[in-house]
């Protein structure tokens, strides 16, 4: 199991409003307090995509996507992108704005660690609910 050490969001921290099961295979991730909804990388590594311009009730939410240097990905999902592929982010960097794109009915971010991968929005959403999809821990925010 993986520990990520920052919470993605840094006023106030985060605490997890869903956790992992079969039926999600993520953390739910909701700021403690009325802090705003800016998002920031728990993880250092290279954006290796992004999902753009999705709204509340479609099928599929914005998104970020982070490889760190063991290959493995970081999804960030209902995250509205301010990087894009190819950029290098560092642990604590801004990587977008919380919404409510796809299925969410409250600010949160849907977090998944992948196996590595291409590393494509297609490429996790073909495997984000399959045996790939770990198992995240999350230090004391
Ligand atoms: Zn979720």
Redesign the pocket.
């Known amino acids: 199991m993986h520990t990520y050490p920052h919470p993605p969001f840094k006023i106030g921290g985060g605490h997890i409003s869903?956790g992992y099961s079969a039926s999600?295979r993520?953390?739910?991730i909701t700021h403690r307090n009325d802090a705003p909804d800016t998002v920031y990388a728990i993880e250092s590594g290279e954006v290796s995509d992004v999902q753009r311009g999705q709204q509340h009730g479609d099928d599929n939410p914005n998104m970020v996507i982070v490889r760190d240097s063991q290959g493995f990905l970081t999804v960030y999902?209902?995250v509205d992108p301010s990087v894009h592929a190819g950029d290098r982010v560092s642990q604590g960097d801004q990587i977008g704005t919380a919404d409510l794109s796809g299925t969410s009915d409250g600010i949160?971010v849907?977090?998944v660690r992948l196996k590595a991968g291409e590393g494509t929005v297609d490429d996790v959403l073909d495997r984000q609910n399959s045996a790939e999809n770990f198992q995240i821990n999350l230090a004391a925010w």
Do not use: I
Request: no cysteine; glycine share 10%; hydrophobic share 20%.
């Open positions: 869903r999600h993520a953390k739910d999902g209902h949160h849907h977090l």
